[in-house]
C-alpha cells in the first residue's frame, strides 16, 4: 500500500522563505552612523566697566563761532542794564562794570565797532585803578586746574584721571597658555546661576572689592561668540554695562594686569575677531 505524500505547509514555506532573505544581508556590513553631537557651549559673563567723562568736552571751532554769534544777538536785543540803579556814580564799582562793558562790546563786535564814550581823565583813572585792584584779588583766588592731567602726560593707564573728556573702560590681562591676551573682566557661569549674579561675582572676584560699581541692568547689552574648533565646545560670553563711582582695581590671580583706555586704544590690544565682536557696545566719546 502506497502511503501519500504530505503536502507542504505554506507557513513553513514562507518562514523558509524570510530566513533566506535575512541571510541574504551581509552580517558584516556596518551599523548607520549616529548623528555626531557637538559638546554643550560654554557661558561665560563679561563686565564692561566705564568710567564716564569728568570734564566736558572743549567746544568746536564751529560750536565757538556759534556761541559768538547768538550773544551778538542778544547784546543787541537786550535791554540796557540799569547801572545807575546798582552802582553809586563815581565809585569804584561803577568804574569797574564800565570797563567790563567796554571790554565785553570789543569781544563781541570787534574794536572797530566798539562804542567809543567821552570819558575825562579822572574818570579813566578811577577805572583803571578799579581794574588793578580787580587782577590782584584774581592772582589771590585759586586758578583754574588744567584739562590736562599729569597721568596723560606720563601715560599712566593705570589712572582714573586720564583723558578726561572721554569715556573709559577697564580691560585685564589674564593668561592665554603660553602667552596673554586683553579683554573685559570675563568670568565662567556655575550651574543654576543666573548671568547677572554670575557677572556680579565673577567681577568681583577678579577685580577686588575696592569699588563703587554699579551693573546697570540685569539683562545684557550684547552676546560674543569667539571661532571655536569641532574638537572643543564653544564659548558664549554675555556683556554686561556697568560704571565705577569711586575707589580702584585690585586685579587677583590669574590676572597679570589692568590698563583704564579709550575705544580706540581698545581697538589696538585686543583680537580682531574680538574687537569686532565689541565695539558696537562701546561708546566713541
Known amino acids: 500500500m502506497s502511503v501519500p505524500l504530505a503536502r507542504p505547509c505554506r507557513r513553513a514555506a514562507h518562514l523558509v522563505s524570510r530566513s533566506l532573505a535575512t541571510a541574504a544581508v551581509s552580517p558584516s556590513s556596518p551599523p548607520p552612523h549616529a548623528p555626531h553631537k557637538s559638546p554643550k557651549p560654554v557661558l561665560y559673563t563679561s563686565v564692561i566697566l566705564n568710567r564716564s567723562p569728568i570734564l566736558t568736552p572743549s567746544p568746536t571751532t564751529f560750536e565757538r563761532a556759534f556761541y559768538a554769534y547768538q550773544q551778538r544777538i542778544r547784546r543787541a536785543l537786550h535791554n540796557p542794564f540799569p547801572s545807575e540803579f546798582y552802582f553809586k556814580q563815581g565809585s569804584l564799582l561803577e568804574a569797574h562794570y564800565n570797563a567790563e562793558e567796554r571790554a565785553r562790546e570789543r569781544v563781541a563786535w570787534g574794536p572797530k565797532y566798539a562804542r567809543e564814550e567821552d570819558v575825562s581823565p579822572e574818570k579813566r583813572a578811577a577805572e583803571q585803578a578799579a581794574l588793578d585792584q580787580t587782577e590782584m584779588q584774581e592772582q589771590s583766588d585759586d586758578k583754574l586746574v588744567s584739562r590736562v592731567h599729569p597721568s596723560d602726560a606720563a601715560r599712566d593707564y593705570h589712572s582714573l584721571d586720564r583723558k578726561g573728556r572721554r569715556n573709559l573702560y577697564l580691560l585685564v590681562e589674564r593668561p592665554s597658555g603660553a602667552s596673554s591676551v ?104
Not at 194 to 217: E, P, S, Y
Not at 247 to 265: A, H, I, N
Request: hydrophobic share 35%; charged share 25%; proline share 7%.
Open 182 to 285: 586683553w579683554e573685559f573682566p570675563r568670568g565662567e557661569t556655575q550651574q543654576g546661576e543666573l548671568l547677572h549674579q554670575a557677572a556680579h561675582r565673577d567681577f568681583h572676584a577678579q577685580c577686588g572689592n575696592h569699588m563703587d560699581t554699579w551693573i546697570v541692568a540685569r539683562k545684557p547689552i550684547g552676546v560674543y561668540k569667539p571661532p571655536a574648533l569641532e574638537t572643543s565646545p564653544e564659548d558664549i560670553t554675555f556683556f554686561f554695562k556697568a560704571h565705577i563711582m569711586a575707589g580702584q582695581v585690585r586685579p587677583q590671580l590669574p590676572l597679570k594686569d589692568f590698563v583704564w583706555v579709550t575705544k580706540q586704544e581698545i581697538e589696538k590690544r585686543v583680537k580682531k575677531d574680538y574687537w569686532q565682536g565689541v565695539k558696537d557696545m562701546l561708546s566713541d566719546h
